[in-house]
């Protein structure tokens, strides 16, 4: 039944991102009826949820070429979740969660997306298992952390019993599964670099020369920090208003030319209030934005200021010049070396991470001005928030992306998620925890994506396995973050997969909110995966 009903509403909407939600908690009482009358033993039910995960892996669906790079590997973002709390904020990992992680480890294939739900109460014999199903190396479970999702959507409104219950949708988005809207992710991408290199070039792209926008001046006459600050301020927020009016054109023709009636039906309170999802049926309607490149926004603002205003190493001219001409020459090699000098987001370091949080709060207090289609006719909501689930968005976005102050030379792809600049996070994963929770993230509801990678032999021994649970725990306890999984799989091993890659078919990575076989990777978004730094205790 479940499959059936899965398969058709993602035919229904030629959609990604249909999502199983909670499966161990509405599957659990068939599982233990099943049980306790001799019709299931744990290892029949285990042979049909693996064949129930082969089955989902085999949908697939035709793609624009601009979607396919930005979602390399053709993943449909189908997601389980697992674990977290019942609606009276007991732990509600059962038999089914365990039979679930157990089931998806020995299929060991990229979809679907498994996502445990982690809080405080979390057993330790529980996180020991998600350990152990980390070092087999394809990318699985994600973790998403109730300790700041909960309260995040009990403070916009959703009930808390619904809270409670929300599950991981594609990539790390939530919802409150059975009752949001028909996407929870935003239709448009928010370049921050390129967005920077406008406010610079006094509202033109400097790509093309066409004005986009008034800005506040040109780089070249800037004289102080507070200069460039006014100019972002201006171009993100005339830019995300756009966004949005983006958004809204195609929310309408979808309104009236794809009504999902099947998906509509299944969803509260749609039968109720007589309308479909995209007009408003639902109980809760909220949307992230995607903002790219956070680290490469962050890094350049710092340079910016110690480079340029602080130091005055270099001239807002000479900056100027050497981006737009990709570090070429003597003077351009120089420059980009005092640039890949200055602090860098992911390690700790207030000065960066302050100029990041204060630039992304420009982009949250105007996104929070505007609202869907679907506001004022039902749901709960119908507002837009931030997220940083960029997919593989990161690598495409760059090619279009001039070089930055950061030090990125032009084309380059841009970091991923929230994580930092490759090889930029130098201080440990400790370092890095501590920067991404600087990030406004209780502001960023649709997700905090964070990406690391370790070799399969840091995490070897058992006394290492503890290590990375109890650092887990701090993140999720202490810092409050929102979100991480784990790329396991050493550079050798993926740069053996690029020169002889029949000898390395099954290999699986995480690519961002999601795992994909390494070979069906671009070329590009391969190297930007072997790039990622890798992490010691």
């Not at 990229?110 to 199903?133: D, K």
């Not at 301020?233 to 983006?246: A, G, L, P």
């Not at 205003?309 to 005092?338: C, H, Q």
């Not at 090889?423 to 993230?441: N, W």
Request: charged fraction near 25%; aromatic fraction near 10%.
């Amino acid at each position: 039944s479940m499959w059936l009903i899965h398969l058709v509403l993602q035919i229904e909407s030629n959609g990604h991102s249909l999502s199983y939600g909670r499966m161990d908690q509405y599957l659990y009482p068939f599982y233990k009826k099943d049980l306790e009358s001799g019709k299931e033993t744990e290892e029949s039910a285990c042979e049909k949820m693996t064949n129930l995960w082969l089955k989902t892996f085999t949908i697939n669906k035709i793609r624009s070429w601009s979607h396919t790079q930005f979602s390399a590997g053709s993943p449909l973002y189908q997601n389980v979740t697992v674990g977290g709390q019942t609606a009276d904020k007991k732990d509600a990992v059962n038999p089914m969660t365990w039979l679930i992680l157990k089931s998806v480890a020995q299929t060991k294939l990229p979809q679907p997306n498994l996502t445990v739900r982690y809080h405080a109460g979390l057993s330790a014999e529980f996180m020991n298992e998600c350990i152990e199903v980390v070092r087999l190396g394809f990318g699985m479970p994600a973790f998403n952390n109730d300790e700041i999702i909960i309260p995040s959507f009990i403070e916009k409104g959703v009930k808390e019993e619904d809270a409670y219950n929300y599950s991981a949708i594609g990539c790390v988005e939530t919802a409150v599964p059975g009752k949001w809207g028909y996407r929870c992710t935003g239709m448009s991408f928010l370049n921050f670099p390129k967005s920077l290199l406008i406010a610079m070039n006094d509202g033109v792209d400097p790509e093309s020369g066409v004005k986009l926008c008034e800005g506040a001046g040109h780089f070249r006459d800037m004289t102080c920090y507070e200069d460039v600050e006014r100019a972002w301020d201006k171009i993100i927020r005339n830019f995300t208003k756009h966004s949005v009016i983006i958004e809204t054109c195609c929310d309408m023709v979808l309104e009236e030319t794809v009504p999902d009636v099947l998906c509509s039906s299944l969803v509260e309170d749609c039968i109720g209030r007589g309308k479909t999802l995209k007009e408003g049926g639902a109980v809760y309607d909220f949307i992230s934005g995607l903002q790219v490149g956070i680290a490469n926004m962050a890094d350049s603002l710092a340079a910016i200021k110690k480079c340029v205003f602080e130091d005055k190493s270099m001239t807002p001219a000479e900056l100027w010049d050497a981006l737009m001409n990709n570090f070429e020459g003597e003077k351009g090699l120089w420059i980009r070396n005092l640039l890949l000098a200055a602090p860098k987001y992911g390690n700790d370091e207030d000065y960066v991470d302050s100029l990041i949080r204060s630039a992304y709060e420009v982009y949250i207090d105007e996104i929070k001005k505007y609202h869907n289609t679907r506001y004022g006719r039902g749901p709960i909501g119908g507002i837009y928030y931030a997220g940083t689930s960029s997919i593989s968005a990161n690598v495409g976005q760059g090619m279009g992306t001039l070089a930055t102050p950061d030090g990125r030379k032009a084309k380059e792809p841009l970091a991923e998620g929230c994580s930092p600049s490759h090889g930029m996070d130098r201080k440990g994963p400790t370092a890095v925890f501590k920067t991404v929770a600087k990030l406004p993230t209780k502001e960023i509801t649709g997700g905090v994506l964070l990406n690391q990678k370790v070799t399969p032999q840091l995490l070897s021994k058992p006394e290492d396995r503890q290590k990375l649970t109890m650092l887990l725990r701090t993140f999720f306890n202490r810092l409050h973050g929102y979100h991480v999984q784990y790329n396991v799989v050493s550079r050798e091993t993926l740069k053996a997969a690029q020169k002889n890659p029949e000898e390395y078919r099954d290999l699986i990575v995480r690519v961002a909110g999601y795992s994909a076989f390494f070979n069906a990777l671009s070329r590009q978004t391969q190297d930007d995966i072997i790039e990622r730094t890798e992490q010691n205790f």
